[in-house]
């Protein structure tokens, strides 16, 4: 019989609350950076907040889903854990496909036409 691998990742917790808890930290960090590159002119203020707001809401599905993650790891879930792994992956990406889409558009101004004598 092979021995059962088992570990203590404590109490189970609230995947929700530290999504919100997770969130808000990353929201702390993510504002107090793009606000120092605004200041020294790196970004304009549309961009900073827009790189906040994307940097909050990454941050609390990171969180989330490594909690949830923990949980099923606790649980001795290996598809729980890898399960949770992935949502938080494909959140985080996600989100950051949808910032790239909507937020860093670029206009061409350049032209094609050629010069006729």
Do not use: H
């Not at 950051?96 to 036409?113: F, G, H, M, P, R």
């Amino acid at each position: 019989m092979t021995p059962k691998i088992t570990i203590n990742t404590g109490t189970p917790r609230s995947v929700a609350g530290n999504m919100i808890s997770g969130a808000l930290a990353a929201g702390m960090v993510a504002t107090a950076l793009s606000y120092m590159k605004y200041k020294q002119s790196e970004l304009s203020k549309d961009e900073a907040i827009k790189q906040s707001l994307k940097l909050t809401l990454q941050g609390g599905i990171a969180t989330g889903s490594a909690i949830a993650a923990a949980n099923a790891l606790g649980r001795n879930s290996w598809l729980g854990l890898f399960g949770s792994l992935t949502v938080g992956v494909a959140g985080i990406y996600g989100i950051e496909k949808l910032y790239a889409k909507t937020c860093t558009q670029t206009i061409d101004v350049s032209t094609n036409e050629e010069e006729t004598n």
